[in-house]
């Protein structure tokens, strides 16, 4: 095996599998995330510890899950909810990376804690958000004005976010050290809401062919009216198509920077998304959230996961074992040979495992299921069966869930308490149970939610 390679992470937001053409859309176009599909790895089974965006980005950067970490919503950048010391003792793959020599940089999307303007642990070079004078729309918009946040001091810029996000990136890597190696992650934010302000050049192919799928409706109800109703759903297709290609665009940028260098062959490049996003499916707009209770539908929780590393002998195929976060984290301390100690690996005690053996073609154990929680909610599916367990506080009316994914995909049939299914309940119940027992930690855990500290003013096991 060569040496260390350099890391590069492309980690966007809201962007459902769906919604690649290497995964089988046919309108959207993705050419640099289809070039990485077909001559590298294409994780046909890839999830999100959580469907929605700090729990998951936690437990990417720290190697474990939410009831582990204790982050189970987003975290608010407002004062009352961001004085808490989220993940304050965790110990973060970028720290291990350093530790192992690399030069570390993220540019753009943070919100594993409430602060995205000072450097966090880990990280030689940080670009971010200042929220503190735009607020939300700082971080989410896509052109306009930005504040962002160069190690620690505040640049306004003006112009599609990606764009300066980019620049910034290529800034890192043509300044950085070439005697080390680089971790790099760039999160971009296109295919989060608003559904709005996209090129031209991208919005108007989308407006002819985008049209949205007339669904039937979610057996949850909605958790706001934005979650059914937008005002024009064609138009956020387009938009949100439109963000899937601007990402592209970005990612096809530093994929001709690195080859341009001569570094690519030797660069583990990864694209996936924090979560899922439903734009219409279930008649519905949003991701874990956008129901009452929490759900865990395949838009919300399947991601796109492309892995590349000509140097590294990945056999560039699809791959359908599950694989989360959590197991990325572990593959890419695996692939910078980052040494952990036995003390740091009782503290991580990640449920992650590194696949990097399969991608060379030898064959490991690999687990059969996936499990994902949020919040008072936990799922487990095995890729034919999907099971839903609540727990206190419970919406009236919306209990355990159960579907038969092989005659029932779309998750529109709930069978829990169909008799004929009882033996595959119990089956995946107990596989569930088990994995939490393992790995929870109990002060921590999404059982116990709300005596767990206020992440946002919109949880969903509080607004009811």
Aim: net charge negative; charged share 20%; aromatic share 10%.
């Amino acid at each position: 095996m060569p040496a260390q390679p350099n890391i590069l992470l492309v980690l966007s937001d809201d962007h459902g599998q769906w919604s690649l053409g290497c995964y089988g859309n046919s309108i959207v176009q993705t050419p640099n995330m289809d070039f990485m599909g077909s001559s590298g790895v294409r994780f046909d089974n890839a999830f999100t510890p959580c469907p929605v965006c700090s729990p998951a980005r936690a437990s990417l950067f720290t190697g474990r899950i939410p009831s582990q970490h204790g982050v189970h919503d987003f975290l608010s950048e407002d004062p009352e909810f961001s004085s808490h010391p989220w993940l304050a003792n965790e110990i973060w793959l970028p720290q291990l990376l350093q530790r192992a020599g690399y030069q570390t940089g993220l540019v753009g999307k943070w919100h594993c804690t409430p602060d995205g303007h000072n450097p966090q642990p880990g990280f030689d070079y940080w670009v971010s958000y200042d929220v503190r004078q735009r607020g939300w729309a700082n971080q989410y918009e896509h052109s306009g004005l930005f504040d962002i946040s160069v190690q620690g001091q505040t640049h306004t810029r003006r112009g599609f976010q990606s764009h300066i996000l980019a620049e910034e990136a290529l800034r890192f890597l043509e300044n950085r050290d070439p005697e080390r190696p680089f971790f790099l992650t760039v999160g971009l934010v296109d295919t989060h809401y608003p559904f709005a302000d996209q090129p031209t050049r991208l919005v108007e192919p989308y407006r002819a062919v985008a049209k949205t799928a007339r669904a039937r409706p979610s057996h949850l109800p909605a958790s706001g009216p934005n979650a059914i109703s937008p005002a024009d759903p064609d138009e956020w297709l387009a938009q949100y198509y439109a963000g899937v290609s601007m990402i592209d665009h970005q990612l096809g940028t530093l994929l001709d920077h690195l080859e341009g260098q001569r570094w690519l062959d030797n660069t583990l490049v990864v694209y996936t998304s924090d979560h899922g996003h439903m734009i219409g499916q279930h008649g519905l707009y949003g991701k874990g959230n956008a129901t009452t209770p929490q759900n865990f539908f395949a838009e919300s929780i399947r991601v796109p996961m492309l892995m590349r590393w000509p140097a590294g002998g990945l056999t560039a195929s699809p791959l359908t074992a599950p694989f989360d976060h959590c197991d990325l984290f572990a593959t890419l301390l695996d692939a910078a040979g980052a040494m952990v100690t036995q003390e740091e690996q009782q503290q991580i005690d990640t449920p992650g495992q590194s696949i990097l053996p399969t991608l060379r073609g030898q064959p490991q154990p690999w687990r059969n299921y996936q499990c994902c929680e949020y919040g008072n909610a936990r799922m487990i599916t095995d890729l034919t069966h999907k099971l839903v367990r609540r727990y206190a506080p419970i919406v009236q009316d919306f209990g355990d869930e159960f579907f038969d994914l092989a005659t029932d995909p779309h998750e529109t049939i709930n069978r829990i308490d169909d008799a004929h299914c009882a033996y595959d309940i119990q089956r995946l119940s107990r596989q569930l149970e088990a994995f939490y027992a393992r790995f929870e930690i109990p002060a921590r855990a999404g059982k116990r939610i709300l005596e767990l500290p206020a992440h946002n003013r919109l949880e969903p096991w509080r607004s009811f």
